[in-house]
């Protein structure tokens, strides 16, 4: 017993400091996460949002309402459903430009369905699987064939919507039942929160988590800096890239049901055209163009100043051509802005290295 007493005590004598000297480490790490999040892009889009909607309800009339909240967010569903999986595949290094004509094949056929007698629960299987097949051989065009995802989505966003003209046609079904085109356009309570909001938060919520707090996620960035460098570490590159053009075509699945319930139509051409601002919206939100870096919450706040700014628009009797060229505006701004910022940043840091080696041939001399 008394060895054992003199074995221990050397123990709990040295691993007291160990763990003193990991606190201040793991503090310091807190902190700049902290700092991180408040200080990031993401965050610097949250106060954006606020600004946004700050300006919108003290200039445009009847913007700070009830009913304002629930049509622009009826009118958000859709981009900010789309931009979340859209968000990991830009994180990647790719692109889906195919997502407004998925919802639209998946629109087309849910109504060729339904006139054909089909029950809503097993439309809605095959619909999800319709995006599963869209959003499959877009991934497997892009990993397995290795074809660059900008040719091959331009060229499925072509086929899509030509299959979803030849599936229904000049044709629009429009007898859904009622209760159900209902549920899509009711409000919870007397919020203006449109209660379909609930399924689009759960989406935001599963798409963070695996963004920002799951190891699949934290590679996807690292999948953009460099896929080489990731492949090296053990991130199976293309396998990844696969499921993200998968989750696309899901989630753009769903979308094309919403439209068409939420709007009691079923036609070729529906959601033609958002996949425009579901790229701008991805964009502004802080996700880099080349790949690398982004955060849902920033692609979030993205959307609803968007949509903010396009309904503020509208209420202000502004027509449809003005809301497209200011979309295209906050998109080539949202992709210059950060290459001009960076050019500044590298200019400024040259500049300080130059004065720096002159400094010292200066104090040597």
């Given at each position: 017993?008394?060895?054992?007493?003199?074995?221990?005590?050397?123990?709990?004598?040295?691993?007291?400091?160990?763990?003193?000297?990991?606190?201040?480490?793991?503090?310091?790490?807190?902190?700049?996460?902290?700092?991180?999040?408040?200080?990031?892009?993401?965050?610097?889009?949250?106060?954006?949002?606020?600004?946004?909607?700050?300006?919108?309800?003290?200039?445009?009339?009847?913007?700070?309402?009830?009913?304002?909240?629930?049509?622009?967010?009826?009118?958000?569903?859709?981009?900010?459903?789309?931009?979340?999986?859209?968000?990991?595949?830009?994180?990647?290094?790719?692109?889906?430009?195919?997502?407004?004509?998925?919802?639209?094949?998946?629109?087309?056929?849910?109504?060729?369905?339904?006139?054909?007698?089909?029950?809503?629960?097993?439309?809605?299987?095959?619909?999800?699987?319709?995006?599963?097949?869209?959003?499959?051989?877009?991934?497997?065009?892009?990993?397995?064939?290795?074809?660059?995802?900008?040719?091959?989505?331009?060229?499925?966003?072509?086929?899509?919507?030509?299959?979803?003209?030849?599936?229904?046609?000049?044709?629009?079904?429009?007898?859904?039942?009622p209760g159900l085109t209902s549920f899509f356009?009711?409000?919870?309570?007397?919020?203006?929160?449109?209660?379909?909001?609930?399924?689009?938060?759960?989406?935001?919520?599963?798409?963070?988590?695996?963004?920002?707090?799951?190891?699949?996620?934290?590679?996807?960035?690292?999948?953009?800096?460099?896929?080489?460098?990731?492949?090296?570490?053990?991130?199976?590159?293309?396998?990844?890239?696969?499921?993200?053009?998968?989750?696309?075509?899901?989630?753009?699945?769903?979308?094309?049901?919403?439209?068409?319930?939420?709007?009691?139509?079923?036609?070729?051409?529906?959601?033609?055209?958002?996949?425009?601002?579901?790229?701008?919206a991805v964009l502004l939100g802080g996700v880099?163009?080349?790949?690398?870096r982004g955060s849902i919450p920033g692609v979030?706040?993205?959307?609803?100043?968007?949509?903010?700014?396009?309904?503020?628009?509208?209420?202000?009797?502004?027509?449809?051509?003005?809301?497209?060229?200011?979309?295209?505006?906050?998109?080539?701004?949202?992709?210059?802005?950060?290459?001009?910022?960076?050019?500044?940043?590298?200019?400024?840091?040259?500049?300080?290295?130059?004065?720096?080696?002159?400094?010292?041939?200066?104090?040597?001399?």
């Amino acid at each position: 017993m008394p060895d054992q007493t003199v074995t221990r005590a050397p123990e709990a004598s040295t691993s007291s400091p160990r763990t003193g000297a990991r606190d201040p480490g793991a503090r310091a790490e807190r902190a700049l996460r902290r700092r991180r999040l408040l200080s990031g892009r993401g965050a610097i889009m949250v106060w954006a949002l606020l600004a946004t909607l700050l300006v919108c309800a003290l200039t445009v009339p009847r913007f700070a309402s009830v009913q304002t909240t629930g049509f622009l967010l009826l009118d958000a569903i859709p981009i900010l459903m789309i931009a979340m999986p859209m968000a990991l595949v830009v994180i990647t290094g790719e692109i889906d430009l195919s997502v407004a004509s998925t919802a639209g094949l998946t629109s087309a056929t849910m109504g060729v369905l339904w006139a054909a007698g089909w029950g809503i629960p097993e439309i809605f299987v095959v619909c999800v699987l319709i995006g599963v097949v869209c959003g499959a051989l877009n991934g497997a065009l892009v990993t397995t064939i290795g074809l660059p995802s900008l040719a091959v989505t331009i060229g499925t966003l072509a086929l899509y919507r030509g299959l979803a003209l030849v599936v229904i046609g000049d044709n629009a079904v429009a007898n859904f039942p009622p209760g159900l085109t209902s549920f899509f356009t009711s409000k919870i309570g007397g919020t203006g929160i449109p209660t379909v909001m609930i399924g689009v938060v759960v989406v935001i919520l599963f798409f963070g988590v695996l963004l920002h707090f799951s190891s699949f996620g934290r590679a996807l960035p690292a999948i953009g800096f460099s896929k080489e460098a990731a492949s090296f570490v053990g991130v199976h590159v293309g396998r990844a890239k696969f499921w993200m053009f998968v989750s696309t075509g899901v989630v753009s699945a769903l979308v094309g049901i919403y439209w068409t319930l939420r709007y009691s139509s079923a036609r070729s051409d529906n959601a033609t055209g958002i996949e425009l601002a579901v790229i701008a919206a991805v964009l502004l939100g802080g996700v880099s163009i080349f790949g690398g870096r982004g955060s849902i919450p920033g692609v979030v706040a993205g959307v609803l100043i968007i949509s903010s700014i396009s309904y503020a628009l509208r209420l202000g009797g502004i027509s449809d051509v003005v809301l497209n060229v200011v979309t295209g505006l906050l998109l080539v701004g949202s992709v210059v802005t950060p290459s001009l910022i960076s050019v500044v940043r590298d200019k400024t840091r040259a500049r300080r290295a130059a004065r720096a080696v002159l400094a010292r041939s200066a104090g040597h001399a």
